[in-house]
């Protein structure tokens, strides 16, 4: 399976390099908006094609699958590129910067007949994947309550991406993203949303907490930040037990299961699925896709991003955040749901 990668910065670093190492993998071309960039990343990786423009690369017919690593506020124009030249795409998270751009590359995609995936590797991690077959299958009754956190201790100047309003900043779309599609992969999309979250100087969150609640009862506490940093744990308590993750929730190595009037049980990642290599089970998965004919992931379907958008979505408007070029009045997520203000 022939990948392009589109942009050169550290996580396409961290992925190419898991990508080389799968057999079934080549990795034939790369992007960047300056040659240079692009011919360096090329030579570390051993690229054979090095493009200094984006619609180079979307345009190349050797490709089979293209990935999208820049910021997130650019998603929607690379990934829109590499669609509308008939590429399929892995696109990173937070899939965009709202719901609207979101629905915009999904019904781009579906028009092309091509493959869209968001990069939600946790979705494809192995001992997530058991996590929530546990959880599915009634291991700790009815989910109760969940609970996630992501922070970054920083600080982080104003200049940086993650302060830049421009550039999507702020601790929801690249941290809080995680707990929300923690909480959402066991319980789908909330009814209600409240949050509160301190704001930078720019405009964009420092840190936020948001509280999904869900018809049949069930809440979420969810907390991000760029300002203090966290164990990145998460619990899933039911009416019958509760499963911890003591840290790194989102690429774990072990999970508890507590189950009432049972001793714990620990499950463990197998060794070649540290945080080191981790970025391959998405990896895999696109390929496994790909050959079986499909659109999209049923590990990570569309519906189901399109629904963590509108909780972002719903979250950012909570707390007064908006991004350069979104309208005040809600028309950044115009299918986000009638959710109960705070």
């Known amino acids: ?26 990795v034939v071309a790369v992007a960047s908006r300056r040659q240079d960039s692009a011919d360096a990343f090329a030579e570390r990786f051993g ?8 619609a180079a690369l979307a345009q190349d017919e050797d490709i089979d699958v293209v990935y999208v690593a820049t910021p997130h506020s650019a998603h929607r124009t690379a990934a829109g590129l590499c669609l509308e030249a008939g590429r399929n795409v892995l696109c990173e998270k937070a899939f965009t910067l709202n719901a609207r751009e979101a629905g915009e590359l999904v019904a781009l995609a579906q028009a092309r007949g091509s493959f869209l995936m968001e990069a939600m590797w946790m979705y494809c991690n192995p001992l ?8 599915d299958d009634g291991a ?29 900043g702020g601790a929801l779309l690249d941290l809080g993203v995680y707990p929300v599609s923690f909480a959402q992969l066991l319980l789908g999309e909330p009814s209600e949303v409240t949050a509160r979250a301190t704001l930078s100087a720019e405009g964009v969150d420092l840190q936020t907490g948001a509280l999904l609640s ?4 069930a809440l979420a506490s969810l907390h991000c930040s760029i300002v203090g940093g966290t164990a990145t744990s998460a619990s899933v308590t039911g009416s019958g037990g509760r499963i911890d993750v003591p840290n790194g929730f989102f690429f774990p190595d072990r999970f508890v299961l507590h189950r009432d009037g049972r001793d714990p049980e620990e499950f463990t990642a197998e060794p070649a699925d540290g945080p080191r290599n981790s970025l391959r089970h998405e990896a895999a998965e696109v390929m496994r896709a790909l050959r079986a004919g499909e659109t999209e992931s049923p590990l990570v379907p569309l519906d189901g991003t399109l629904a963590v958008m509108r909780t972002l979505d719903a979250i950012r408007d909570r707390v007064g955040v ?14 986000a749901p009638a959710l109960t203000p705070v």
């Not at 392009?4 to 550290?10: C, E, K, R």
């Not at 690229?47 to 984006?54: E, H, L, V």
């Open 322 to 335: 908006r991004y350069p070029g979104e309208a005040p009045d809600g028309d950044a997520a115009p299918e």
């Open 47 to 54: 690229i054979p094609r090095a493009y200094g423009d984006w």
């Open 214 to 217: 869900w018809d049949g009862g």
């Open 1 to 26: 399976m022939r990948w392009g990668i589109l942009a050169t910065g550290g996580i396409a670093a961290a992925f190419t390099a898991d990508l080389v190492d799968l057999p079934d993998a080549d």
């Open 140 to 168: 700790i009754g009815e989910v109760r309550h969940v609970q996630a956190d992501f922070g970054l201790a920083g600080p982080f100047p104003p200049a940086h991406r993650l302060r830049d309003p421009a550039q999507g």
């Open 128 to 135: 997530i994947r058991r996590l929530k077959a546990l959880v």
